[in-house]
């Protein structure tokens, strides 16, 4: 499987703080809609951020410590469980396009846009591919600790190397997701209330590619970018339908549309600190 066919952008890695990265992935979902490219992006979380799952308890965030730490809190509009990213540690992507160009069935979409990054991990030397079987849950506010599911959790050396997942509006489908460069077991606890689970059971889950490849965080960002390209530009072939701007950027009124959701929802404290139908 290769991309869709049809005009695409590449966004190199930007420094955001998370809650303008969710937005931005709203808007690259919006623009797909509108008949505009579909975007494929790496981005970074700046500062630290705690992602929570669209419909996830906020009694499970340690609140507290989060403010201590300087780490900022925002919901994503897909499911699971609470993600802390850090600027390190975390390699961000996302893929927004067009809902009548991938498959409608979730399993089949999730293999065909996960595709470059099983590829990205093939250019970094890492044996990674999809969970084989499920393997349980050991906390399950915390999304590197829930099952993991053959449908879209990698792995690599036993353990869960990436995470992926989707949500669909009427006209678009977004997949955004993280590769863990390097694992702070730490402070991923931190930021929840009462883990029970220790620093040394989370390493024994969750696998950093600085532990399986001797490369920098900069090597690794750019196998994740090019091996978006070469999915896209595999995906347009040689007819001359369809392209890719490998220096894309976001239109200034797409970074205005950001901003009004970033104050609308992202940073929005009844937002982010009640589950959907508890807000007013």
Not at 20 to 33: F, G, H, I, R
Not at 233 to 249: K, M, P, Q, Y
């Amino acid at each position: 499987m290769t991309a869709p066919e049809g005009d695409w952008r590449l966004i190199r890695e930007e420094r955001r703080p998370g809650p303008m990265q969710m937005a931005l992935d709203e808007v690259a979902a919006e623009t797909a809609s509108e008949g505009g490219p579909g975007t494929v992006r790496t981005y970074r979380w700046d500062p630290t951020c705690l992602t929570l799952g669209y419909g996830q308890d906020p009694e499970t965030v340690d609140w507290d410590a989060c403010e201590r730490a300087g780490v900022d809190v925002t919901r994503r509009r897909t499911g699971g469980g609470g993600i802390l990213h850090d600027a390190h540690g975390d390699i961000a992507y996302s893929i927004a396009v067009p809902a009548g160009d991938v498959p409608g069935k979730l399993l089949d979409a999730y293999h065909l846009l996960c595709e470059p990054i099983l590829e990205a991990f093939d250019r970094l030397g890492i044996d990674a591919d999809y969970v084989e079987e499920a393997v349980p849950e050991l906390y399950h506010p915390a999304c590197y600790l829930r099952e993991l599911h053959p449908a879209h959790d990698v792995v690599a050396a036993g353990r869960k190397i990436a995470g992926n997942a989707q949500y669909r509006t009427r006209d678009a489908v977004v997949q955004h997701g993280s590769l863990s460069f390097s694992v702070d077991a730490e402070a991923h606890l931190d930021a929840f209330a009462d883990p029970p689970v220790a620093p040394e059971t989370f390493r024994e889950r969750v696998v950093g590619i600085d532990e399986l490849a001797d490369i920098d965080r900069e090597e690794a960002v750019r196998a994740v970018e090019e091996s978006l390209a070469a999915w896209v530009e595999a995906g347009n072939g040689s007819d001359g339908v369809g392209s890719l701007d490998r220096d894309g950027s976001w239109t200034d009124a797409e970074l205005d549309r950001a901003s009004e959701l970033v104050e609308a929802r992202y940073r929005d404290d009844d937002w982010v600190r009640s589950r959907p139908g508890d807000r007013e």
